[in-house]
């Protein structure tokens, strides 16, 4: 027994983006091998004389059809005559068209869970040979998704691999908001990791530090060059300058390519320099967002979970072991960063702050 096999599909109707499987048809079966297969199982079955009844049946069930009766055959299918139409009211005529009457066909529970039970699925790889990126990661810190301008930049994936003195291939860091930048150092570039350090670009403001990446390779010497471009956004440290002090400057934080900032921090109080991380959950049961400060590494040390429903001034709790007891916000646009957050980053955004007393 062969297998069904299938292979992930991009799904453009979603945002944020998903992939759906889809069965890639080995072939296309008909009357001929339908005769020979049965005939082979069942040699007492001549395969000429199946090859000739089996249109004969089809041409009966259509007939059955056109004389308004239903065709079931038990346990396998049902062919259904049926129209479509709108009509304004009861008494109305049909509408005035060629594709009013339809045919359908349905399956029958046992048919399908026989073939439920039965098939095994084969995975493919996706149609189109293209650069695939499926983690980039900050060497440094040992975070997904940061763009850190001291570290080196991870990409994992397949088919990564290009020729890295050909000018119509490459890696480029791109603002969501501006600027653009082809990657020119490298470490290691492999079909299935390359390692750089980033050239990141400068954006029009200090809290648009939001970007996308995107690989470049040409697979053969005359092939036409292809893009990858990767699923999720990269985000670069911000600096919080003077928090602590009287009047510190506002920071505009958790924010994407938009002129003014979705939040800013305003103040708050540190005894010392600190790396630590915000971050925003999203919460679609109860339709919040929830804030909470953490340090720098996964399943780490995190403060009090503050809701947020609204814009508003909020304070976010330090964590144990923190020198930042608590940093002061300001949600400036709710709306935008619950649009921000549902379509780009799956339901969680974080922002790693570097505080800085002075």
């Given at each position: ?335 935008a960063l619950w649009e921000m957050i549902r ?16």
């Open positions: 027994m062969t297998t069904i096999q299938w292979r992930p599909q991009v799904n453009a109707l979603t945002k944020p983006q998903s992939y759906r499987p889809q069965v890639v048809p080995r072939g296309t079966s008909g009357y001929d091998k339908m005769a020979a297969d049965i005939s082979t199982a069942n040699p007492v079955y001549n395969a000429d004389l199946l090859r000739s009844v089996a249109p004969l049946i089809m041409n009966w069930i259509q007939q059955e059809l056109i004389n308004g009766w239903r065709v079931t055959f038990e346990d396998a299918f049902t062919f259904n005559p049926s129209l479509t139409g709108r009509m304004a009211r009861p008494d109305d005529p049909l509408p005035d068209d060629e594709e009013l009457l339809e045919v359908n066909v349905y399956a029958s529970r046992p048919f399908v869970q026989a073939v439920r039970q039965q098939a095994k699925l084969e995975r493919l790889p996706m149609n189109e040979k293209l650069p695939l990126i499926t983690s980039a990661e900050d060497t440094k810190l040992k975070l997904a998704d940061v763009l850190n301008p001291a570290g080196l930049l991870r990409l994992t994936g397949s088919n990564l691999y290009f020729e890295e003195d050909d000018p119509d291939c490459g890696c480029v860091i791109a603002g969501t908001q501006s600027g653009e930048i082809k990657q020119s150092t490298f470490g290691i570039i492999s079909n299935s990791e390359i390692l750089l350090v980033p050239d990141i670009p400068a954006q029009a403001h200090p809290w648009n530090n939001e970007y996308t990446l995107s690989l470049t390779a040409q697979y053969t010497e005359h092939g036409t060059s292809r893009t990858g471009i990767y699923r999720r956004r990269l985000r670069s440290p911000l600096t919080v300058p003077g928090l602590g002090a009287p009047n510190p400057p506002a920071t505009g934080i958790l924010t994407d390519d938009h002129a003014t900032s979705h939040v800013s921090i305003d103040g708050g109080s540190t005894s010392a320099n600190e790396r630590l991380r915000v971050q925003v959950i999203q919460d679609l049961m109860e339709e919040r967002l929830i804030f909470s400060l953490i340090d720098m590494k996964e399943d780490g040390a995190k403060g009090a979970e503050i809701i947020v429903p609204q814009n508003g001034e909020y304070i976010l709790p330090g964590f144990a072991g923190s020198a930042v007891s608590s940093i002061e916000i300001t949600v400036n646009n709710y709306a379509s780009n980053y799956q339901g969680r955004l974080v922002d790693v702050l570097d505080v800085m007393v002075l």
